[in-house]
């Protein structure tokens, strides 16, 4: 079985999303996107690779909750 990885991005637009870098466990990956929001404006998310769904983003210091089904996919 493959372990979960997840994608950091910063979303550019609607449409557009720039990678940042994988990171091996959730947890890590949202202290990474709270980390970059600390110094860097901008809306930040944290990308199952598997299933391509937002589990986690930040904007502002703010981490707000997403709920993986359902919800678009970022490309």
Not at 23 to 28: C, E, H, I
Not at 29 to 50: N, T
Not at 53 to 75: E, G, Y
Request: aromatic residues 6%; contains cysteine; hydrophobic residues 35%.
């Amino acid at each position: 079985m493959k372990s979960k990885a997840y994608d950091t991005v910063r979303q550019g637009d609607q449409q557009s999303a720039i990678w940042l870098e994988t990171v091996a466990d959730l947890n890590s990956a949202k202290s990474r996107i709270q980390q970059l929001a600390s110094s860097w404006p901008g809306e930040f998310c944290v990308m199952d690779q598997h299933s391509h769904h937002i589990v986690a983003r930040m904007n502002d210091h703010r981490t707000f909750p997403v709920q993986t089904l359902n919800h678009p996919r970022v490309r």
